[in-house]
């Protein structure tokens, strides 16, 4: 039997490496300007972002209570449906059924079993996915609305994102990464806190 396992997880499941290490707060990137052009730019490391902005690492505390609760509502009606089906192929082989009517209601009763796990199985991938692009939502707005006020005083021409080898080389002094995890936190409130003191009340 087809064994029915919630996969969507996945993307989200590299977030989890969560950096216990954060930035301190006095730590300013040094200004940099390229002389050739006099263009002044920056960039921030994606990879240290996701790790250390409170933001991120409460998503992904939230998504992957989802996927674990998913994944394992969908284990227990696969288990359970794997078990029916190895029930009617007893009861066939040992020719349990007390007529062909019966055996035809079962089998239509088992393939209604499997079709509705196929169906709960797509509702919460759906589910996870529409969360997963929530989540990328509110972290591109909280991202360009910050650097929109913190460039308004550093004055930068351009800020890249750095994430693994997508730039092969930059200078450390063109790193504002902590700068900004700092701005981040400091205006974030807490989605966690704020719903464990609802439940408090």
């Known amino acids: 039997m087809k064994k029915y396992m919630f996969f969507a997880a996945a993307a989200i499941v590299a977030l989890a490496s969560c950096n216990n290490e954060t930035p301190k707060m006095d730590e300013q990137p040094v200004a940099a300007e390229n002389n050739a052009g006099g263009m002044k730019i920056a960039y921030v490391e994606v990879d240290s972002l996701m790790t250390q902005y409170e933001f991120c690492k409460e998503f ?10 998913a994944r394992n509502t969908l284990n227990q009606k696969g288990q359970a449906l794997q078990s029916a089906m190895q029930n009617f192929q007893q009861k066939l082989n040992n020719n349990g059924f007390t007529s062909r009517e019966q055996a035809e209601g079962q089998q239509a009763a088992i393939q209604r079993q499997q079709q509705s796990l196929q169906e709960l199985q797509a509702r919460l991938e759906n589910e996870l996915a529409s969360e997963t692009a929530k989540y990328n939502e509110g972290l591109r707005d909280s991202l360009q609305h910050f650097l929109a006020a913190y460039n308004k005083d550093k ?33 974030y409130k807490s989605t966690l806190k704020t719903e464990a003191k609802e439940e408090k009340k």
Do not use: C
């Open 60 to 69: 992904t505390l939230i998504l992957q209570k989802k996927s674990n609760n």
């Open 155 to 187: 004055k930068y021409d351009l800020i890249l994102t750095k994430q693994g080898d997508n730039i092969l080389y930059a200078n450390k002094r063109f790193d504002i990464t902590n700068d900004v995890i700092n701005g981040l936190n400091k205006h």
